[in-house]
């Protein structure tokens, strides 16, 4: 009752894989509000989000936690009272940045907490108030340690490092400078190995995924090879049925003469109507004879309108074919650039490493 909550924010939370120490656990399958408090009683700040009934996030906030921003929208920090790491997905960078700024206020503001009760712990404790002929105590300094651990030293570890500030003049008087500059020089090398070590393996990664993307385009110009394939077949069909064509022109062209020479036949027989046709009969047999030529003539006329239809139908799918194989030939050119230069950029890449 006696926390008051300063500060709140809504984000997802997360907490490190307790197995692994390296994955991130959801606690929740959407996003929390996230607060600071301040309980005035025993003059302490924390971290605290509950979910449904159950308190998620209880992180009790020392001078020594550091809060890290590991991405645009994601931040993190250990707490070693509870032994996890604690992961918070904002929302957006400046819901993360107001956060961060929060925290090192209230770090801040533990830390003259501590100082101020440590004060007035010093001045109230009788047993502090000795003479100077005495044997002092030894005076315990707080350092950060890893995980935001407490470390602690005395007035002997003064005395060690006394001592070991006296072995290392001893080392230069006995000009043993060598050795130091070596370990040195060791502790260097093993860092620029380490760094190395980190760039080969993101060469490594880069390498890799190039290599994915080399055989995504390796298969796409494979199946663009059998599309060519595909159409030149069909060209060298269409080329088949170019004699086709030529043999329906030519029946086109005979149909032509045909129609001309009954056209000729009817004009005849129109012209010699009126003066060879003496009997009744013969008159009927010529109109019936007409009638069929007109009727022949007509089914000519029918049989030449759907062969032109027929030979404008196939120059169409012609030239559709011709146009179809002049794409795919530079869709395939260009994959076959790309290629060449994902190929170059990798050599350039292996040879770098």
Do not use: C
Not at 207 to 227: D, F, H, P, S
Not at 275 to 295: D, N, S, V
């Amino acid at each position: 009752m006696g926390e008051q909550p300063i500060f709140s924010t809504r984000a997802h939370v997360f907490q490190i894989d307790p197995a692994t120490k390296r994955n991130w656990i959801p606690a929740s399958k959407h996003a929390l509000t996230v607060s600071y408090f301040y309980d005035a009683t025993r003059n302490v700040y924390r971290i605290i989000s509950v979910g449904g009934t159950k308190a998620i996030i209880n992180s009790t906030i020392t001078p020594n936690m550091t809060f890290t921003k590991t991405s645009q929208k994601f931040g993190q920090w250990a707490d070693s009272r509870a032994n996890t790491v604690y992961g918070l997905g904002f929302a957006s960078e400046q819901h993360l940045s107001q956060f961060a700024e929060k925290f090192q206020e209230v770090k801040e503001a533990a830390r003259l907490a501590r100082e101020k009760s440590q004060d007035k712990t010093e001045l109230t404790n009788p047993a502090l108030n000795i003479t100077s002929h005495q044997v002092l105590p030894s005076t315990v300094i707080s350092s950060n340690g890893p995980g935001d651990d407490k470390l602690f030293r005395s007035q002997s570890a003064d005395v060690e490092i006394t001592t070991e500030r006296e072995r290392l003049k001893k080392m230069l008087s006995e000009g043993s400078v060598p050795e130091v500059q070596w370990e040195a020089e060791f502790f260097t090398l093993q860092d620029n190995n380490n760094k190395l070590v980190a760039a080969l393996q993101e060469a490594n990664a880069s390498v890799e995924q190039w290599k994915k993307q080399l055989a995504a385009y390796q298969e796409e110009t494979e199946m663009l090879r059998l599309r060519v394939a595909e159409l030149e077949l069909q060209k060298a069909h269409d080329s088949s049925s170019e004699g086709s064509k030529e043999e329906l022109n030519q029946t086109l062209e005979e149909l032509e003469l045909l129609i001309k020479a009954k056209d000729e036949e009817i004009q005849q027989l129109k012209s010699q109507k009126s003066g060879q046709w003496e009997a009744e009969g013969e008159r009927e047999e010529m109109l019936q004879k007409l009638q069929e030529l007109e009727g022949r003539n007509a089914e000519l006329e029918r049989r030449v309108h759907v062969a032109e239809q027929m030979l404008a139908e196939q120059l169409a799918e012609r030239e559709k074919m011709q146009g179809e194989v002049t794409r795919v030939g530079e869709l395939m050119d260009a994959k076959i650039f790309q290629l060449s230069e994902l190929r170059r950029g990798l050599a350039k890449l292996v040879e770098s490493n």
